[in-house]
């Protein structure tokens, strides 16, 4: 929940930092040995990944970093320090396009100076248009889209795969937690949306083989699975629903959450189970968009705020205690001050705890990038701000209610601060904690809440060692 940090300083065009912040510097590889290390000119060649964008990047940056790993490369931070440079990347909002280009062009000025060997592009701008033009005028040397991410095993000298998502590699095996992806693609066209011409259709993963995926995780000491994908709540097979696979993995995995849902298909039994399972953490993250339901329309989303309300009451009602965030674009085409107006009441009536507010980007190949009716930047700007504090006064109000309780938290990151006795947690019910612990990431602790700000929480001295 490190998501809910920079709300109110984020900068021009999203709220909220994240997993879905850009540039994000390269996870350490898992510590397993490599197979063997590969060698340029009798030393082990270096590559560095850095990734842009959501979490299915990071999750795709994960499996890319196993298979250059096993390759034998070893990884290094820094361009000038890398043999082979992986820029993944995002192509939902164009200042990602603008800040990929300032990368690539670095990049290719350390080429010409000899000092990184090889770059690839890959996620969704390799698989975007710009492609094509970005590859030419940087000299890139890879190009891959988000479907063939697997060729990159073959470019770096490894058999080639023919599949991007197998139980053989997972995203980040060994570690206390662990991204699984269950489908891939999107069947939606919502207007302003570039994901299903970038990503392709909905195909979703059987069940068998994402069971598979996750006890080999839990097995080799995953804590924390989060299952992913663009509607996750849309996965389907023989019948079965994304419900009945939540639950299988919820017996198997000690600790699990799911992102991103979508509110036409999101299931009753679903919000309930996550209410029911103790395994489950109580967080849903579902984007509403807007309001309005003439906005709604206009973007093709497939539902009205009613649909919307109704969801949410069944989950305040099922999960009490839970903690619910949303995605919200303010100034799509065509948004009048009436549909602001109703996004705002929206956002009073469901009380949100987080939420991601972006400003309309228009994306070259979506219709919403055609449409008449362009919302002047100063009152894109103004509708930004309005939308962001009601959701912090909003999300302030709901904090301070933790506030005197005494909360299970497990550790996501640990160890920070000047003397090392500072952590980042989570509550079952999805807050974020700030706790005074050394104790080690994927460990629980069991502490009071004494504070709390918009977008976190504040515990006391832990009672007991971390378990
Ligand atoms: N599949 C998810 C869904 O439908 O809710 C989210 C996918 S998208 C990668 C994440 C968020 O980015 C969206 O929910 C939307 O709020 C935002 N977004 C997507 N395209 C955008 C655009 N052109 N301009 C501004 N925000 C955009
Ligand atoms: Fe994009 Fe809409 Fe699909 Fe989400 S549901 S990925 S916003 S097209």
């Not at 849309?234 to 959450?257: H, K, N, S, T, Y």
Request: proline content about 4%; hydrophobic content about 35%.
């Amino acid at each position: 929940m490190s998501r809910r940090k920079n709300m109110s300083n984020e900068a021009e065009n999203t709220a909220h930092a994240t997993g879905k912040d850009l540039g994000a510097p390269p996870i350490l590889l898992t510590k397993k040995p490599t197979r063997a290390r590969a060698s340029a000119g009798g030393r082990t060649k270096t590559a560095c990944i850095r990734t842009f964008g959501c979490q299915m990047n990071v999750h795709d940056s994960d499996r890319m970093r196993r298979m250059i790993r096993d390759a034998g490369y070893a990884e290094v931070l820094r361009y000038e320090d890398a043999d082979l440079v992986v820029l993944n990347t995002c192509y939902v909002r164009e200042n990602a396009v603008d800040r990929v280009r300032g990368h690539l062009g670095e990049l290719n000025r350390l080429k010409k100076e000899g000092r990184v060997k090889k770059v690839a592009l890959t996620g969704c701008i390799g698989a975007g248009q710009e492609a094509r033009d970005l590859e030419r005028a940087y000299g890139i040397d890879l190009v891959l889209g988000t479907h063939n991410t697997y060729e990159l095993a073959q470019f770096v000298g490894l058999p080639g795969m023919e599949e991007t998502f197998t139980p053989e590699l997972p995203g980040t095996e060994g570690e206390h937690t662990a991204f699984v992806t269950i489908m891939t693609g999107c069947n939606y066209q919502c207007s302003y949306c570039v994901v299903p011409s970038v990503r392709g259709r909905m195909v979703c993963r059987p069940m068998e083989n994402v069971l598979l995926e996750v006890r080999r995780l839990v097995e080799s000491g995953t804590r924390y699975v989060t299952l992913l994908g663009q509607t996750v709540d849309a996965w389907r097979e023989d019948g079965r629903r994304f419900c009945d696979l939540l639950q299988r993995v919820a017996d198997i995995a000690p600790r699990v959450w799911f992102t991103t849902s979508h509110p036409s298909n999101m299931e009753d039994r679903t919000l309930r189970l996550i209410g029911q399972k103790d395994t489950l953490v109580k967080r849903l993250h579902l984007p509403v968009q807007s309001g309005s339901d003439r906005m709604l329309k206009i973007m093709h989303r497939g539902y009205k705020s009613e649909r919307y309300r109704r969801k949410i009451e069944v989950f305040r009602d099922a999960v009490p205690d839970g903690t619910l965030s949303t995605d919200i674009i303010v100034g799509h085409p065509r948004e009048t001050e009436g549909d602001h107006e109703e996004t705002l009441k929206l956002v009073e009536d469901c009380s949100f705890d987080a939420a991601y507010v972006f400003k309309f980007s228009p994306r070259r190949g979506t219709e919403a990038a055609e449409l008449p009716g362009t919302v002047p930047e100063e009152v894109a700007q103004r509708r930004f701000l309005e939308v962001l504090r009601a959701i912090e006064q909003s999300a302030f109000r709901r904090n301070r209610r933790k506030i005197g309780s005494v909360e299970e938290i497990y550790i996501r990151h640990g160890r920070t601060g000047e003397d090392g006795k500072a952590a980042v947690g989570e509550t079952w019910s999805g807050h974020a904690v700030h706790v005074v612990t050394d104790a080690e990431p994927g460990r629980y602790v069991t502490a009071k809440i004494e504070t709390a700000g918009p977008h976190v929480l504040y515990a006391g001295v832990p009672f007991g060692p971390p378990r």
